[in-house]
């Protein structure tokens, strides 16, 4: 048991606004998958109340549980309690949706265990008891928090936890530049970017491209354009690169007036058009943040048969402007998969962790560990 953290719970969504500094100072602390510096893009606040807001507000209950020694706050672990098909889950914010892996504790690396360790110890103390299940979707593997946390809930409970294997939500590529100052591409995609510059030497298409550093009232009337392709009554769009919401949401962020520095300069926003005959048939929205471009809205609104050439021409130019900016990853959502065909997928392996209360009927036939088995940590 850890002693020394004192864990406080927040619930009421207007509280969280005073997390928004600290929120974003632990997230440059938190390792990722690839140890390199800056936390996740959805780990920074603006961005996790974009991923709330997805989830209607009569289906869940806030509970962000923060960790501090005297005036310190070395952690925060962002929760939500959620009603599932079989009784009250408790699942991490933003686990779902284009970019719902690499969800986890913000806090430095050599904080992880121990903070795992507290905040297992509060959640069984204070919520086992109200709770059916406690799902952890896609973290990633090597989690040493997330374990550390799960590991001290079962040994401290009568519950019990399993460890799936999962399929990333993202897409992430990183390109290499050439010589000749543009990126090298692999030999199976080479035949669609001569189809690319096959169109554009065509002079019917056009693409344009503007930064909020350059041109705001420019990355306003393209997100505009992106959200004109789309349908807001259309299901099928909510999850495939961003919602509509997620997205207004981050707009609202980055341009309402009197909004707080620490929740609207994460980041660099950025979009880009693709143009047909001056009308827009593609688009997308991103965030450079540390060395990455998070692409979390895109739309690409053509017939079936023409949406793979459409990508390409969109994703081939916002790649060229990445590497031309000094960014050396690309990250997309994994629905784009069957248009990236020939590109290697760099993203971290993920897996799911679930536990369960001992009164929650189980599959005989699946591997659960029992309450003294413990989850690897290596």
Not at 48 to 70: K, N
Request: aromatic letters at 8%; charged letters at 20%.
């Amino acid at each position: 048991m850890t002693t020394e953290l004192r864990v406080t719970e927040i619930t009421k969504p207007n509280n969280l606004l005073g997390l928004g500094s600290d929120w974003n100072r632990l997230c440059n602390l938190t390792p990722t998958a690839t140890d390199r510096r800056f936390g996740s893009w959805d780990l920074t606040f603006p961005w996790m109340l974009g991923w709330l807001s997805e989830v209607a507000e009569e289906q869940r209950d806030i509970l962000v549980l923060t960790a501090t020694v005297g005036e310190s706050l070395l952690g925060i672990l962002p929760l939500m309690i959620h009603d599932g098909a079989e009784g009250r889950e408790l699942r991490l914010i933003g686990s779902e949706g284009c970019f719902g892996d690499s969800k986890g504790i913000l806090g430095a690396g050599q904080d992880q265990a121990k903070l795992g360790e507290a905040f297992g110890d509060y959640l069984t103390k204070e919520y086992l008891g109200q709770l059916h299940k406690l799902n952890f979707q896609r973290v990633f593997e090597k989690n040493l928090g997330i374990r550390a946390l799960v590991n001290n809930l079962v040994h401290n409970s009568g519950w019990s936890a399993r460890t799936m294997a999962e399929s990333s939500t993202r897409f992430l590529f990183r390109p290499t530049l050439g010589p000749d100052g543009a990126p090298i591409w692999s030999l199976a995609v080479r035949r669609k970017l001569k189809l690319v510059e096959k169109a554009f030497a065509s002079g019917l298409f056009g693409f344009s491209e503007a930064s909020e550093e350059t041109d705001k009232q420019q990355v306003v009337k393209h997100a505009m354009m992106i959200s004109g392709m789309h349908r807001s009554d259309a299901p099928e769009l909510k999850h495939r690169f961003g919602s509509i919401p997620m997205a207004q949401r981050v707009m609202d962020y980055r341009f309402s007036p009197g909004v707080s520095k620490h929740l609207s300069e994460v980041g660099r926003l950025g979009a880009c058009n693709l143009q047909w005959k001056g009308k827009p048939i593609a688009g997308a929205l991103y965030v450079d943040y540390g060395h990455t471009r998070h692409v979390f809205w895109m739309a690409v609104r053509v017939h079936p048969n023409q949406e793979q050439l459409v990508f390409w021409m969109l994703f081939s130019k916002m790649v060229r402007s990445t590497l031309r900016d000094g960014i050396d990853e690309v990250q997309i959502a994994s629905m784009l998969a069957s248009w990236t065909i020939g590109l290697k997928n760099d993203a971290a392996a993920v897996c799911s962790i679930e536990a369960t209360s001992p009164t929650t009927l189980r599959d005989e036939s699946s591997e659960i560990s029992s309450s003294k088995d413990t989850i690897t940590t290596t």
